[in-house]
């Protein structure tokens, strides 16, 4: 009874912070949350004041990158990561800012220093593998590369050509696109399971058609989560160990043109890239975690050719958020 009592108050005070959120400036916001108790015994203004002065240091950094602050916008999300270890009780909550904190730690962005344990000691002992893969990206301009075809093709989204001419094929699918297009479509399931010679779905939830594979999830919250490649990457890493790959099409949203015309992003609307969709998407995941995770899971695997990504990836975080502020409009973050 207890604990339904509590989850009734947390439903109830995540409401209501969602509420004031809106409706006050963050200088009264601070006021508020700094007047709110923080000792366990009052657990529900305790909960009150941890949730509402985590909304006001995301809405803060939400301003940050609006105002294209880079230097504020990683000091506003760190300051949300030690907050959480601070106050939460979540056990996800609390895996995932350690997470994020060790990522940004080993690249110089947090003074404290934290144990990045992204795989298993045994995947340094593990011999490479034979299985070379080519990862065809939303921004590769012309349909995949056959001059790869003795290769495992892996993809994000269903493309309609050259995928039955390549050695193996992976699709890789978010839950969005999984609920949207997939899962009450009998017909069109079907088809992605002839076509395609393996299927994950990434999702928190769980989905109904065994058929899918369940992808392996990096640690994940309102804090920062990873996007397709880096889920990609972590996903064939830990079911292959380290491996030869090509890596073509992602460009990180360096290019002012987020999507090609040959990724069927849900993004497009009457054929033209809805920005506000790819900035607030960049946001919610965190681009800086987003671009380091990808940096430091490539450290696993052996590039073949990947000119473009090797030249994006080699990049400081410094200079890579400067490249992606050019590119991208978060001034139309909400």
């Known amino acids: 009874m207890e604990t339904n009592k509590e989850n ?50 995301e809405r803060e950094y939400i301003n940050s990158l609006r105002k294209d602050d880079f230097s504020s916008a990683i000091r506003k999300k760190n ?31 947090v003074d404290s220093k934290y144990k ?7 995947l340094n002992y593990k011999n490479k593998s034979s299985e070379i893969f080519y990862l065809y990206g939303p921004n590769c301009h012309n349909p995949p590369n056959l001059e790869y075809k003795n290769m495992t093709l892996v993809v994000t989204k269903d493309i309609d050509e050259n995928t039955e001419k390549f050695k193996d094929s992976i699709l890789f699918l978010n839950h969005i696109y999984y609920r949207t297009r997939i899962e009450n479509n009998r017909e069109f399931k ?6 395609y010679g393996k299927i994950y779905i990434s999702s928190m939830l769980p989905i109904q058609d065994k058929e899918f594979e369940h992808s392996r ?17 972590y996903n064939l890493i830990l079911e292959n160990g380290r491996f030869d790959c090509v890596i073509e099409g992602y460009d990180q949203y360096l290019e002012s043109e ?22 607030q998407g960049l946001s919610d995941h965190d681009p800086l975690y987003n671009f380091l995770i990808v940096k430091e899971l490539s450290s696993y695997i052996n590039l073949i050719d990947s000119s473009n990504f090797r030249e994006t990836i080699n990049m400081t975080g410094n200079e890579y958020f400067k490249e992606l502020l050019n590119a991208r409009d978060f001034s139309l973050l909400p």
């Open 79 to 109: 300051e949300w990561a030690f907050q959480i270890l601070k106050y939460s009780e979540n056990d996800n909550e609390r895996d995932v800012a350690s997470h994020y904190l060790s990522i940004l730690s080993k690249y110089g962005y």
């Open 116 to 122: 990045n344990d992204l795989f298993n000691e045994d």
């Open 8 to 57: 009734l108050s947390i439903r109830m005070i995540r409401f209501l912070s969602r509420i004031i959120i809106k409706l006050f400036p963050i200088t009264i916001l601070k006021i508020i949350s700094y007047n709110l108790p923080r000792q366990r015994e009052y657990f529900s203004l305790g909960y009150f004041h941890y949730f509402l002065s985590s909304k006001i240091l």
């Open 217 to 233: 999830l990096l640690p994940c919250s309102e804090l920062c989560g990873s996007m397709a490649l880096g889920r990609v990457l």
């Open 258 to 279: 987020a999507y090609s015309q040959y990724y069927p992003t849900l993004t497009r609307v009457d054929n033209l890239i809805d920005e506000q969709k790819v900035v």
């Open 190 to 195: 079907d088809k992605l399971l002839d076509k």
